[in-house]
């Protein structure tokens, strides 16, 4: 360990599989927007994005102006919509680094408009309308206000119309159908009022899987591609491969009596004479400290349980029952070793939470390896 070896390991060909079998899901006319925000959900934006742009992907969403550049940055060539919206600080941005906003208000709309005009433009825009999530977007009362307030901006073009479901992951749901019924009248009646839009979205990863009907023209898929499920029944639907492992090495050992307090608070004693491991990895790293007393890591193909409080750097673990543990083994946090795996719905589900956020919360001093 002449380095610190805690790092995440992200699999290119298990995200070359997972986009490819997303695609096979959905007719040939219909666009893939690959959502590479949050660092692509923790798995590196700017090599996730040249790995499907290798693939055929194109369109690539991202939630501010920021994740777009360090794209630009990069060489990504293709449309690159700001799924968040924008500030009218970030319109210049928006226009320097060619990106796509979404919009949902008439002033942003406006603003936009006069920057193109002034500067001899024509931006492409995306309309978000909300169908249900109450998050952004047009609710149906502002529909036609809207419309007819930006139809005489002619320095912007409608592009693409756009919903998002707020619970297509849950199988028992009829409220996906809903919105997506009424998202299918919004644009009736945004071509009724002379708009001619290229691209309708609303299909997330669950949606994209789980929901023909909701394909249209254009689809997002975000954690599915990382391999991950945003329900357990979609595991029937589709084969998906993890893309990233978290792992480190035991960087100390200790043999222990009985009775000996580990980590903060005193809250964890054993129970018998233990052999204690001390991992380089911690909250600090994106291990939920919620883990405590719940979490598991691998060391040797075996599992063996967090010990104690999670510190920021690191986390200790009871080895006791894994044979021949010595510093410097390898210790698989999230991921497969030795036949045994943690998957990140695993971890979300101890920690009270979702695979989502575990991705998100690996920390920016974990490197990224990428094999």
């Given at each position: ?16 599989h ?30 996730v ?27 990504i060539?293709?449309?690159v919509?700001?799924?968040?919206g924008v ?8 226009f320097d680094?060619?990106?796509t906003p979404?919009?949902?208000d008439?002033?942003?709309a ?7 005009k002034k ?6 825009v ?54 997506l019924?009424?998202?299918v009248?919004v ?29 249209l ?14 329900s357990?029944h ?28 580990v980590?903060?608070g005193?809250r964890f ?8 491991a ?17 979490g598991?890591v ?5 599992r ?5 409080v999670v ?16 510093a410097?083994?390898?210790v ?26 575990i ?6 001093r ?6």
């Open positions: 360990m002449e380095r610190r070896p805690t790092a995440a390991v992200i699999d290119t060909g298990a995200l070359r997972n986009y490819a079998q997303l695609k096979s899901r959905v007719p040939e006319n219909v666009r893939i927007m690959a959502v590479v925000k949050a660092n692509a959900y923790g798995h590196g934006d700017v090599e994005a040249r790995v499907l742009e290798s693939m055929g992907c194109v369109w690539f969403g991202v939630a501010i102006p920021e994740e777009g550049e360090r794209l630009r940055a990069a060489g060539k293709g449309p919509v700001v799924l968040g500030y009218p600080g970030q319109i210049k941005d928006v680094l060619d990106l979404v919009v949902f008439s002033s942003t406006r603003l936009i408009n006069d920057y193109a500067h001899g433009l024509t931006k492409n995306h309309v978000k309308v909300d169908t249900g999530m109450g998050r952004l977007g047009l609710l149906d009362y502002q529909i036609e206000p809207f419309f007819r307030a930006i139809k005489d901006l002619s320095a912007i073009r409608v592009e693409a119309l756009l919903s998002h479901f707020s619970e297509a992951e849950d199988a028992d749901s009829d409220f996906t159908g809903t919105q019924k009424a998202f009248q644009v009736d009646a945004v071509r009724g009022l002379g708009f001619d839009p290229e691209f309708i979205g609303m299909a997330n990863s669950a949606a994209a899987v789980d929901c023909a009907e909701a394909h023209g254009l689809i997002r898929p975000g954690i599915m591609l990382y391999g991950a499920y945003p357990g979609l595991m029937e639907k589709i084969g998906l491969k993890p893309v990233m492992q978290l792992k480190t090495r035991i960087l100390h050992t200790k043999h222990v009596p009985a009775g000996f307090f980590s903060y005193r004693a054993t129970t018998r004479e233990s052999i204690i001390t991992l380089p990895i911690g909250y600090g790293d994106g291990v939920p400290r919620r883990l405590s007393g719940s598991e691998l060391v040797r193909g075996a063996a349980p967090m010990a104690g510190c920021m750097d690191l986390t200790m673990c009871d080895v006791t029952d894994v044979p021949d543990v010595t410097g083994d390898e698989v946090v999230m991921g497969e070793q030795g036949g045994e795996r943690i998957t990140a719905e695993e971890i979300a589900r101890k920690a009270g939470t979702i695979s989502y956020e991705f998100c919360n690996i920390s920016a974990v490197p990224r390896v990428y094999v």
